[in-house]
């Protein structure tokens, strides 16, 4: 199961990377937007970041057929590993089809249905990322439908991977886990909030006073 991270914050990847083992981060125009930096460079940032190994899922703005070609082309040289995100509209669907004949790594997005996931890891997307909490805002079954899709993946044996994305809360999460999502992808604050419990402070500090209660401060190495 892979861990993702839903930012292009620096300071935000820069922590979190640190603590947890991530297996990339993906941004898409709105993430960018918010950071207010050149594209090109906020994406250099992030490999600095989180190194080469790791891959940066970034976006298209483009929604021609055409146009979607040329940029994704585009994004796809901008470092060695990093999938070029492409809506499922129709233009996006033509393009991921020829994207992939190039070898160019594909993560289809803005996906609502099972259908739509599976025609984009048809038409030969790695990542298939269908977006959870925006269908519950509508009154939709957001974790239903990416189980559906998780089930008809691995029902066919498709390599393509179910990368659940728009989380707005931990059990969101949590189902999808036990479900078998391949990856989610986590804003900063769903990933904090899976990091931490006030009883795991807590009990820190009861321990931390327990032994200062008969050995005062010091740590096991100090005998
Ligand atoms: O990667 C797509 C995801 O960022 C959408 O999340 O929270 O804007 O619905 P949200």
Redesign the pocket.
């Known amino acids: 199961m892979q861990l993702i991270l839903?930012t292009g914050n620096l300071k935000e990847i820069q922590e979190l990377s640190t603590i947890l083992d991530i297996d990339g981060v993906?941004t898409?125009p709105?993430?960018v937007a918010k950071e207010k930096k050149n594209f090109v460079d906020l994406i250099k940032e992030i490999g600095e970041i989180i190194g080469d190994e790791t891959p940066i899922h970034a976006q298209v703005i483009s929604t021609s057929y055409e146009d979607i070609i040329e940029e994704a082309t585009f994004i796809s040289g901008l470092r060695e590993n990093i999938y070029v995100k492409i809506p499922v509209t129709h233009d996006g669907l033509r393009a991921i089809k020829e994207l992939k004949n190039k070898g160019i790594k594909i993560t289809a997005?803005a996906i609502f249905t099972a259908h739509q996931g599976f025609l984009a890891a048809k038409a030969g997307a790695d990542y298939v990322?269908p977006?959870v909490?925006?269908l519950d805002n509508i009154s939709a079954d957001g974790v239903g439908t990416v189980k559906d899709l998780i089930q008809i993946i691995d029902r066919y044996g498709l390599s393509t991977k179910v990368l659940a994305?728009?989380f707005?809360n931990t059990q969101q999460v949590i189902e999808l886990m036990k479900a078998g999502v391949h990856s989610v992808?986590v804003?900063y604050d769903i990933a904090k909030a899976m990091m931490d419990h006030p009883l795991t402070d807590w009990s820190v500090d009861k321990f931390i006073q327990d032994w200062e209660a008969v050995y005062g401060v010091g740590t096991n190495t100090k005998g």
Do not use: H, L, Q
Request: a positive charge; proline letters at 7%; charged letters at 20%.
């Open positions: 839903d993906t898409n709105t993430i997005t990322a977006y909490n925006r994305a728009s707005k992808t804003p």
